[in-house]
T-cell receptor
Framework: KAGVTQTPRYLIKTRGQQVTLSCSPI?????VSWYQQTPGQGLQFLFE???????NKGNFPGRFSGRQFSNSRSEMNVSTLELGDSALYLC????????????FGEGSWLTVV | AQRVTQPEKLLSVFKGAPVELKCNYS??????LFWYVQYSRQRLQLLLR??SRESIKGFTADLNKGETSFHLKKPFAQEEDSAMYYC????????????FGQGTTLQVKP
């Protein structure tokens, strides 16, 4: 069974640009959540999607958005990139919303220059 | 406010020594606590969760609601245990939102 797959793995963007990151959950998993990992702030919850609906949102500005498709694949978008958005973005999936083992992807490394 | 605190950034022990990675949490309700581990060049993976009350790779953790702690313990550390360990809390039922501590790097020396 394939694990959580994230693309791209590495990318470099310029301040002001926007970026879209993609996540394919484990087959059969319907819940997808996103986290930002930085050396200073650690792992911080961004948002969670279940059945194409955002169920939970962390404390991030509106520049951070996401969506989930009918096949449970998810994308997150960051607009008007800032230097501080440089981070590892982790996607995680679970069978259903809450109460289950959450499996993480390897992450997408975003560098903003 | 929900918060997870891991007071040690780095814990260095010798092989065969006991290990205790500390985790304290702040949450007014009934939390669900987890330990995640990240080995070098690998993805974050679940090590154990308090409701399972199981031992994984020799590690155990007991939820102490009185002291609001969920320390991770292993009686005899192995070199392959060297990794980054994160304590996490899920305070809202039916949600995939996890609140992570800052992590503790465990270094097991030969």
């Amino acid at each position: 069974k394939a694990g959580v797959t994230q693309t791209p793995r590495y990318l470099i963007k310029t301040r002001g640009q926007q970026v879209t990151l993609s996540c394919s959950p484990i087959s059969g998993h319907r819940s997808v959540s996103w986290y930002q990992q930085t050396p200073g702030q650690g792992l911080q919850f961004l948002f969670e999607y279940f059945s194409e609906t955002q169920r939970n949102k962390g404390n991030f500005p509106g520049r951070f958005s996401g969506r989930q498709f009918s096949n449970s694949r998810s994308e997150m978008n960051v607009s008007t990139l800032e230097l501080g958005d440089s981070a590892l973005y982790l996607c995680a999936s679970s069978l259903k919303q809450g109460g289950n083992t959450i499996y993480f992807g390897e992450g997408s490394w975003l560098t903003v220059v | 406010a929900q918060r997870v605190t891991q007071p040690e950034k780095l814990l260095s022990v010798f092989k065969g020594a006991p290990v205790e990675l500390k985790c304290n949490y702040s949450y007014s309700g009934s939390p669900e606590l987890f330990w995640y581990v990240q080995y070098s060049r690998q993805r974050l993976q679940l090590l154990l969760r308090h409701i399972s009350r199981e031992s994984i790779k020799g590690f155990t953790a007991d939820l102490n609601k009185g002291e609001t702690s969920f320390h991770l313990k292993k009686p005899f550390a192995q070199e392959e245990d060297s990794a980054m360990y994160y304590c996490a809390l899920s305070g809202i039922s039916n949600t995939g939102k996890l609140i992570f501590g800052q992590g503790t790097t465990l270094q097991v020396k030969p």
